[in-house]
């Protein structure tokens, strides 16, 4: 199966610093990534669409100038956690889908812990 | 906007016996897709089981199949000789816009297995 990958897996910040998160397909070139939060005892999120080489579609309610997000490659996309809070901390897990018709199926990443002191 | 619904929190089941998980979901879209995924302990998502909008027959996969009403937007997960590894959450989830879209997720069911 399809194996992506996401570093790290759990960070701790001081509130206003910024953290970067990465997430990678091994074996496969994800054209589609996406990023989802997840709050303890609480489902999945989208927070959003990343496309290879083309800006982010972020839902509704999500800041984007707070989560930013690069796909510069199509095994690679990144979220940037800016001037971290507090209430930022989370669960962020990243899944990605191939090029090829019949790959509408998302693979995701193990997830990385955020916890903002 | 699509919604999912998932109405049992939390379900047992004895070892060996076969347990439904219930999933609803709205939607005015005609192309689109439906997944059961698995989140143990480890919060890692595994695809447990997929089916397309547009293929009437039931997706199955070894002891997991689905019944999967479309003109009802049911779409229940059946775990037949449940095993101890069985024991996770549940998250219902749906794909529209083709397949292009990110996942709408349920709540989550928590499956408790009784040895």
């Known amino acids: 199966g399809a194996v992506v990958s996401q570093h790290p897996s759990r960070v701790i910040c001081k509130s206003g610093t910024s953290v970067k998160i990465e997430c990678r397909s091994l074996d496969f070139q994800a054209t589609t990534m996406f990023w989802y939060r997840q709050f303890p005892k609480q489902s999945l999120m989208l927070m959003a669409t990343?496309?290879?080489?083309?800006?982010?579609?972020?839902e509704q309610g999500v800041e984007k100038d707070k989560f930013l997000i690069n796909h510069a490659s199509l095994t690679l996309s990144t979220l940037t956690v800016t001037s971290a809070h507090p209430e930022d901390s989370s669960f962020y897990i990243c899944?990605?889908?191939?090029?090829?018709?019949?790959?509408?199926?998302?693979?995701f990443g193990p997830g990385t812990r955020l916890l903002v002191l | 906007a699509q919604t999912v619904t998932q109405s049992q929190p939390e379900m047992s089941v004895q070892e060996a016996e076969t347990v439904t998980l219930s999933c609803t979901y709205d939607t005015s879209e005609s192309d689109y897709y439906l997944f059961w995924y698995k989140q143990p302990p480890s919060r890692q998502m595994i695809l447990v089981i997929r089916q397309e909008a547009y293929k009437q027959q039931n997706a199955t996969e070894n002891r997991f199949s689905v019944n999967f009403q479309k003109a009802a937007k049911s779409f229940s997960l059946k775990i037949s000789d449940s095993q101890l590894g069985d024991a996770a959450m549940y998250f219902c989830?749906?794909?529209?816009?083709?397949?292009?879209?990110?996942?709408?997720f349920g709540k989550g069911t928590h499956l408790i297995i009784q040895p």
């Open positions: 899944s990605a889908r191939g090029r090829d018709r019949g790959s509408e199926t998302q693979y």
């Open positions: 989830a749906y794909m529209g816009g083709g397949g292009a879209d990110g996942l709408t």
């Open positions: 990343s496309n290879e080489g083309s800006k982010a579609t972020y």
